[in-house]
């Protein structure tokens, strides 16, 4: 640019800054820019900047609310927000994508789509065996949305692929589903904790939990599937309510 490198100018700019917000993946952690083998050397603000507070607002790209909040938090109380250990503000970064979906009853049901055709993507069915990376991603998607609040990625239909995560380009296919993730996982039974969990009190407690979990999760897919069932009983007058 001019001559000069961009880490020349964003070593000048940095100079004088009081902290350094890196807006969006590609700032934050290198993006796809970086993706195996990075054969450019894409590094990220916080590998080639030091001495200076580094906030970083992941997301490819990030929410615009995210970045405004940011910006206001800091002209209003003359302090940087509250970070987590990636230095990532925890206002906007300190809950998956996957405890605040509204697909998530569906997950705890045990009801997934299957293929991207299903009919049960229309009925909001989860969509982690599709690829969704909600599980694994923090972010404020599904609280904050897109376009003014209008919708997410999950929303329109299609899995969260962990864009604010980093080396999400390297964390295996996008539409294959995650091997595993903390906690028990979504496809364990009450026998495959058995033949694991080891004799002992807290090992009873761990697995009365599960098998309630699961005889919880029985219970909703038993209720969606005979409210649906209701549904199509009823007499086209009644569901419109009678008109």
Same mark, same amino acid.
């Given at each position: 640019?001019?001559?000069r490198t961009?880490?020349d100018v964003?070593?000048?700019?940095a100079?004088g800054a009081?902290a350094i917000?890196?807006w969006?993946?590609?700032a934050?952690?290198g993006c ?11 590094t ?8 200076k507070?580094?906030?970083?607002v ?9 970045m ?10 003359d302090?940087?927000p ?5 230095g990532r ?7 998956r ?5 509204y ?6 049901a =045990?009801?997934?789509v &299957? %293929?991207f055709? $299903?009919?049960n ?9 599709? /690829?969704c990376?909600?599980p ?9 949305k897109?376009n003014n ?12 692929i962990g ?8 964390n295996?296919?996008f539409?294959q ?5 903390p =906690?028990f996982?979504? &496809? %364990?039974?009450? $026998? ?8 002992g009190?807290v090992a /009873?407690?761990?697995a ?9 999760r029985?219970l909703i897919?038993e ?8 549904a ?12």
């Open positions: 640019i001019g001559g961009a880490l964003v070593k000048e700019a100079n009081k917000i890196a969006g993946s590609c934050s952690n796809v820019q970086s993706a195996k083998p990075n054969p450019t050397g894409a990220p603000i916080h590998k080639v900047i030091s001495g507070p580094i906030i970083n992941p997301g490819c790209p990030p929410i615009a609310e995210v405004a909040g940011v910006i206001v938090h800091i002209l209003a109380f302090r940087l509250h970070l987590d250990g990636l503000p925890k206002a906007f970064y300190s809950k994508v996957h405890d605040s979906c697909r998530r009853p569906f997950y705890d =045990g009801l997934f &299957e %293929t055709d $299903d009919e993507a229309k009925k909001g069915y989860c969509l982690y065996k599709m /690829g990376r909600g694994v991603t923090y972010n404020s998607c599904g609280i904050i897109w609040g209008v919708s997410y990625p999950i929303q329109s239909g299609h899995g969260c864009c604010s995560e980093a080396n999400f380009w390297d295996g296919p539409y589903h995650l091997a595993s993730f =906690g996982g979504i &496809e %364990t039974t009450a $026998d495959t904790i058995g033949a694991i969990v080891g004799v009190t /009873g407690i761990a009365h939990a599960i098998s309630t979990n699961i005889r919880k029985k897919k209720e969606i599937e005979h409210s649906v069932k209701d199509k009983l009823k007499p086209a007058d009644e569901q419109k309510g009678g008109e």
